[in-house]
């Protein structure tokens, strides 16, 4: 377990990159590590490690709290970067090291610790859905404040079809049975979005236009149903916040 004795300074934060988005969406809003910058606490020390690229940063140790971002690619063709990211994070989670996954974070924190992620056997899951919180959300320090049900940005193909042995299952919806968990005591997996904008929302929806007409989905009608998501986005700054208490 970390230790830490008293302390004033900004606690120490590695984002782990596993991808980059489309380059129309890059242009206009940035790349994925971008988002998750501004909606962390300008009150960390954050570092951006580009995992895809093969970069883990030391030891997991080192580190007063990990996010792992969403990515273009898919945790089931384990790629040897990925699967080396996974065995870092699994580290971290033994050693009680605050870890937040996102979407493909999710689902890699999910198959490191004995889960399994691949393909949802209903397809894509994409726009502004609903997600419900589960009686055990109530307890959970990220999740306590919340209420039971809140939008949240979602793009996802593959998900979290089982949870690793001694999960905690925090949120689902009709669509995801498996939309945020816990394991140990500071390791969340959520698979929506929380650095997700309403703006870049729409910007992925009008990307995947051509996909989705192929998928039988109604892209029009997931733009319009396309709104803010302010308590899914507020996950960032509860993380941050509970990073940076637990080490005063």
């Known amino acids: ?57 030391g030891n997991p140790e080192d580190w007063d709290g990990i996010v792992v971002t969403g990515s273009p690619a898919m945790v089931s063709d384990r790629a040897e970067w990925s699967e080396n990211a996974g065995r870092w994070l699994v580290k971290a989670v033994r ?3 605050p870890v937040l996954g996102v979407c493909y974070g999710h689902q890699l924190l999910a198959h490191a610790l004995g889960g399994e992620a691949g393909y ?16 055990e959300a109530a307890s959970d320090v990220l999740f306590l404040e919340l209420p039971e049900k809140f939008p949240a940005q979602l793009t996802h193909r593959q ?37 997700f904008t309403d703006a870049i929302m729409s910007a992925y929806l009008k990307v995947q236009a051509p996909d989705l007409a192929r998928e039988g989905l109604d892209a029009e009608a997931l733009i319009a149903g396309v709104k803010p998501a302010p308590d899914a986005s507020s996950l960032l700054s509860r993380f ?9």
């Open 159 to 195: 998900s979290v079809l089982r949870l690793p042995e001694g999960a905690v299952l925090l949120g689902r919806n009709q669509f995801e049975p498996h939309q945020a968990f816990r394991i140990g005591p500071c390791a969340w997996g959520v698979q929506f979005h929380p650095e």
């Open 120 to 135: 949802h056997p209903n397809g894509r899951e994409t726009g502004t859905h609903e997600v419900e919180l589960l009686p």
């Open 1 to 57: 377990m970390q230790q830490n004795a008293p302390t004033n300074r900004k606690a120490r934060v590695v984002v782990l990159k596993t991808g980059t988005t489309y380059p129309d969406i890059r242009a206009r809003f940035g790349d994925f590590d971008e988002w998750f910058l501004r909606g962390l606490s300008d009150e960390l020390d954050i570092t951006v490690a580009n995992a895809e690229a093969g970069e883990l940063p």
């Open 240 to 248: 941050s916040r509970f990073v940076q208490d637990r080490i005063r």
């Open 95 to 97: 050693s009680e090291v």
